[in-house]
């Protein structure tokens, strides 16, 4: 319940802070929604915007999200091992130090986020911590490590913002052409929507082609921070264990692991047979 209503939330002060600039920045340019300049603009402010404001705030959704505790000064062996491995990691990296926080759950996983890569987060799951042995999870957080020091979450981003954009403009496109002459409005929403609809998957695809790439890239980088044999010994740790990912939205792509789906063009991770192939090739 409180992650659905951080999501709407969320997205309604996002629509709200959005609707404000546009109202600013359409008179300002001298521009209306009529014309395809105007157009573009809106889609453009609704598009990138929405995205790099949940970027902005993803580090402060993701805490509240999964409850996660923020490790400042440590109260056991596990948080005081998590924080001196993090920081080693993050200055072989040359980053920033992260927050480092654990969060409550069964499943074996992890994750980082933030706009900046000297201020992100790497959270851990507790059963990350209870079922993985030390060298597994030093290769797991190497892995997040490697996401931030990539600029993993700029990117990914970037390219969502990019492609919604153009999934906004070109749904109302068509919807213009086919609903000319009509004054249905009913018509012409009914018709954005179900464009919308065909563009976001065609769109979805690219995004997720992006994200498996940059999943073999964090492997490469766990294994280089903490050695191959460890990153595939993680991978082959989270092949046994079969439950499936309890994150949720932009938290899925940057975890250890994803979920699954029915195709493999709409996963946001690759299988983890071919990541485990990929390093012993290397």
Partial sequence: ???????????????????????????????????????????????????????????????????????????NRDESWLLETVQRQAQQAGIGMPEVAIYDSPEINAFATGANRNNALVAVSSGLLRNMTADEAEAVLGHEISHVANGDMVTLTLIQGVLNTFVYFFARVVANLMNRGSNSAMGYFMTVMAFQAIFGVLASIIVMWFSRYREFRADAGGADLAGRQKMIAALERLRSNQMESQLNGQLVAFGIRGKHAFAELFMSHPPLEKRIAALQGR
């Avoid at 990138?48 to 993701?62: D, Q, R, T, W």
């Fill in 1 to 75: 319940m409180k992650r659905v209503f951080l999501f709407v939330a969320t997205n309604l002060a996002i629509l709200i802070v959005l609707g404000i600039v546009l109202s600013i920045l359409m008179p300002a340019l001298g521009l209306d929604q009529s014309s395809y300049t105007g157009l573009l603009v809106m889609c453009a402010v609704f598009g990138m915007g929405g995205s790099f404001i949940s970027l902005l705030m993803s580090k402060f959704i993701a805490k509240r999200s999964v409850n996660a505790h923020v490790i400042e000064q440590p109260r």
